[in-house]
């Protein structure tokens, strides 16, 4: 009974069918294209920082490789284990995570950092560095940041180091 009930809204969003289909073209890249291809795409997204390009997409990423886009997508789901946006947003995350913490971009507003990376507005930025880290860039730098301790606590320290020292 519970096949029925599983297999009814399946059928009904073609969840089954959309997996059989995506298994079936994954299938037809040999293991060796998959790492050969893996290998340019790291190359072109990561080395090449094409991740930072607001409208690099996976269709320029194919001819730019001399494949099609069902390769990009297979290895990317295969390899990499996730689809190619979120492939994409890894990079400018962790290149975000790096700028939201680096004293010479403190000035800059979410606006700025987000423009940086690659995104293309404000709302995907946050939306996606929220799925990532579980908080937001503003929650994420003031969290990173180094402080530098108050007059009070740096009188504190001072204090109780000679104390110890005269004992």
């Keep these: 009974m519970a096949n029925i009930l599983t297999s009814r809204p399946m059928a009904k969003y073609n969840i089954t069918e959309k997996k059989e289909k995506a298994a079936a073209y994954r299938s037809l890249v040999s293991p060796q294209l998959m790492d050969e291809l893996k290998e340019k795409i790291l190359d072109k997204i990561l080395i090449h920082q094409k991740y930072k390009d607001k409208t690099y997409s996976a269709k320029q990423l194919a001819e730019e490789l001399g494949t099609n886009t069902r390769y990009i997508s297979a290895v990317v789901n295969v390899r990499f284990h996730t689809n190619y946006t979120s492939f994409i947003n890894k990079f400018r995350i962790e290149e975000a995570m790096t700028l939201l913490v680096d004293k010479r971009y403190q000035d800059l507003n979410m606006e700025d950092i987000s423009d940086m990376v690659g995104f293309a507005n404000r709302q995907s930025f946050y939306a996606s560095f929220y ?20 007059g009070e606590q740096k009188n504190d320290k001072h204090s109780t180091a000679k104390k110890r020292t005269k004992k």
């Design 131 to 150: 799925k990532i880290n579980g908080i937001t860039p503003r929650e994420y730098k003031i969290r990173h940041s180094i402080q530098p301790p108050t």
